[in-house]
Nanobody
Framework: QAQLVESGGGLVQAGGSLRLSCAASGRSFTGYTMGWFRQAPGKEREFVARMRWNAINSYYTTYYADSVKGRFTISGDNAKNTVYLQMNSLKPEDTAVYYC???????????????WGQGTQVTVSS
């Protein structure tokens, strides 16, 4: 059974950093888009970042929400079946539950993703 498990969340002061991990298992996610989303209390789930392997040119294509561009970096380790989200210069407004997701098609809408992790809490104090 396909499974995505996030880890690495926690409490950090504003300006600090965290690295989230998403371990994939149960099936191959080759060719899938891997994404990170977040949901703050009382708010809709929102797109954060995504990546997709470009087999023709042998590199990952990445895309970020404007709110995290320049501060967050998505990356992957194929050997470990793990996707990462490096978060730097964290702000209190980054506080949310962060979810890892995998989908066959590329995009920023959560409805495009077929598999989801259980989420990991990130809290940024001011």
């Amino acid at each position: 059974q396909a499974q995505l498990v996030e880890s690495g969340g926690g409490l950090v002061q504003a300006g600090g950093s965290l690295r989230l991990s998403c371990a994939a298992s149960g099936r191959s996610f080759t060719g899938y888009t891997m994404g990170w989303f977040r949901q703050a209390p009382g708010k809709e789930r929102e797109f954060v970042a995504r990546m997709r392997w470009n087999a023709i040119n042998s590199y990952y294509t990445t895309y970020y929400a404007d709110s995290v561009k320049g501060r967050f970096t998505i990356s992957g380790d194929n050997a470990k079946n793990t996707v990462y989200l490096q978060m730097n210069s964290l702000k209190p407004e980054d506080t949310a539950v962060y979810y890892c997701a995998a989908g066959r098609t590329s995009g920023s809408y959560s409805s495009l993703y077929d598999y989801w992790g259980q989420g990991t809490q990130v809290t940024v104090s001011s």
